[in-house]
């Protein structure tokens, strides 16, 4: 069973949104399931980076329509994703140095910021990206 499952709840109705969506959920789940095996150290930062720059790439590419189209809450989704990043940022360099890094706390702050995140910021611009053509 899935640490996080993909469901409708998630959706923010944008094909190429959700699929992103859906691959940062399987990178979660892959780190999850590498920590339940108590993987090696080297391990987690290959996941850690893999994911941080998958979720670059797609904080990227939301922040580009949000800048084309002004999306009056861009300021603020941009901090939270520069947020979520300078954490797994944090962790990944802790992991690199030999620090003890508690890996469940990790995953469930991994899973709780992108549910929470896509529920509630991501949900705010359904409307406004699908009206300016995203699909």
Known sequence: MAFLNWTESLSVK???????????IELINGFYEQVSHRTNDENISILLKGMKD???MHFDYEEKYMKQFNYPDYPS???????????VAEVEEKVKKGKVVLSFEITSFLKDWIKNH??????????????????
């Open 14 to 24: 944008i094909n190429s949104i959700d699929e992103q969506h859906k691959k940062l």
């Open 54 to 56: 998958y979720t670059q």
């Open 77 to 87: 989704h941009k901090k939270e994703h520069d947020f979520f990043i300078s954490k």
């Open 118 to 135: 896509i529920q509630g910021s991501d949900k705010k611009y359904t409307a406004f990206f699908i009206k300016n053509g995203i699909k």
